[in-house]
């Protein structure tokens, strides 16, 4: 399978315009927004695990980057609740689950073969720095590929972010508009090598979820 695996173009997915496409597992359901092969993918989706559902133990040979969104998705490594950010780097392994219903957001494959730095953050538990006016910033997680942070933007607070090495925004809350588009809750924009970004945000503000510089590592990626 490949979707959205042009990474020299413009990527768009709105939360309610996509549906939802059942995993392998019972009780486990998935809406894709970029793929690049089978059950075992470079990939980003937005998965739904329903109340009492799992997956089977299984090691994350090129990594796993999830963002919970809603519920308490859990694992060996405990409970992580609505608003935690977890990587866990390559040759890691796990058997997930959720006793009461979770939904994420989740990269996989996506990482150097070489990292083995595991994050574990709350965003809910820690301290967001004030970065800019009308902006809060989270770090989540930077090295020489990539960096990724949580932002709240205040209502109607206009940012230009650095799109150079390529750019994904996901709206975990509020909304964003970028003249062109749009986006609401939910809804997951990738932008190529070399873009730029200017967006406001909503009435209500936005809180958002921002990747940037790596794209410049994809292999085949047009020049």
């Not at 990474?7 to 486990?28: I, K, T, Y």
């Amino acid at each position: 399978m490949r979707l959205n695996a042009d990474f020299s173009q413009r990527a768009l997915v709105r939360f309610d315009e996509n549906d939802w496409v059942p995993s392998p597992m019972p009780g486990v359901r998935r809406r894709m927004l970029d793929r690049i092969g089978e059950e075992v993918a470079r990939a980003t989706s937005i998965v739904r695990f329903d109340p009492g559902s799992a997956f089977s133990p299984h090691t994350h040979d090129g990594g796993e980057e999830y963002l919970v969104l809603d519920g308490t998705f859990q694992d060996e490594d405990g409970d992580f609740p609505t608003g935690c950010y977890v990587r866990n780097p390559p040759t890691s392994s796990h058997t997930p689950a959720a006793k009461d219903g979770a939904t994420i957001l989740v990269k996989l494959h996506q990482f150097d073969p070489d990292d083995r730095t595991q994050v574990q953050i709350d965003s809910r538990a820690t301290t967001w720095s004030r970065t800019e006016p009308g902006i809060e910033t989270l770090h989540l997680h930077s090295d020489d590929r990539e960096t990724v942070v949580m932002e709240r933007w205040e209502p109607e607070t206009a940012r230009t972010l650095d799109a150079s090495g390529g750019l994904e925004v996901f709206v975990i809350a509020g909304a964003l508009s970028d003249g062109a588009d749009i986006l609401k809750c939910w809804d997951w924009l990738r932008l190529p090598v070399g873009s730029e970004f200017r967006a406001t945000a909503g009435p209500d503000g936005a809180q958002i979820w921002i990747k940037s510089g790596h794209l410049r590592n994809v292999i085949g990626r047009p020049a």
